[in-house]
């Protein structure tokens, strides 16, 4: 069995959504973030001020080719973990990467008292610029999209509704470019 993996911006739902979708699929919820707090036994904002971004992102990587070794998961991603390729390319073709497309108003709204470094660095205006950016990694890493501006239960549902029909046939390579081609 696949894992179900979701990507998206900073507050768009992932980990709300991610606990909602393993009760309701029986799956086991993996919070990418917490296992690298817990393997480092520090928080990841720490991990940013001791050792820098370059230094996180390579912990990022590790965890995501451990991840890969899993299956029966639904795995909430960091913010930027799927904008990396080495991190799409670590994934197995099988899992099914959903991005949770939430408007950057509503992930502002949710983000903007947080502890996140990238958040305390940066203005409203630059965190929507990368917003944008990011974007269009999340499409091209997608099995496809959900609309996150829904509720919990309906985001959830539709990836279910979506992961049980896929299981019932032989589970298709995500299309991954410059590499399904």
């Given at each position: 069995m696949r894992n179900i993996i979701l990507c998206g911006f900073m507050g768009c739902g992932k980990t709300t959504v991610g606990r909602y979708l393993a009760r309701l699929t029986g799956l086991t919820y993996v919070d990418l973030d917490a296992e690298i707090e817990s393997?480092?036994?520090i928080p990841i904002p720490e991990i940013f001020a001791?050792?820098?971004e370059p230094y996180f992102r390579d912990?990022?990587?590790q965890a995501v080719k451990r991840?890969?070794?899993r299956s029966r998961c639904v795995v909430s991603t960091g913010g930027g973990a799927l904008t990396f390729r080495?991190?799409?390319d670590a994934l197995s073709p099988a899992d099914l990467v959903v991005f949770l497309d939430a408007a950057f108003p509503v992930c502002y709204q949710r983000i903007r008292w947080s502890d996140r470094p990238i958040v305390r660095s940066s203005t409203p205006e630059?965190?929507?610029s990368l917003f944008e950016k990011r974007r269009s990694s999340?499409?091209?890493a997608a099995s496809f999209t959900v609309d996150a501006g829904q509720t919990v239960e309906q985001v959830a549902e539709a990836i279910a509704a979506r992961y049980h029909l896929l299981d019932e046939r032989e589970p298709p390579e995500r299309q991954v470019p410059g590499k399904n081609r």
């Open positions: 393997e480092q036994g001791a050792y820098g912990l990022e990587h991840l890969a070794g080495r991190n799409i630059e965190l929507q999340y499409l091209e």
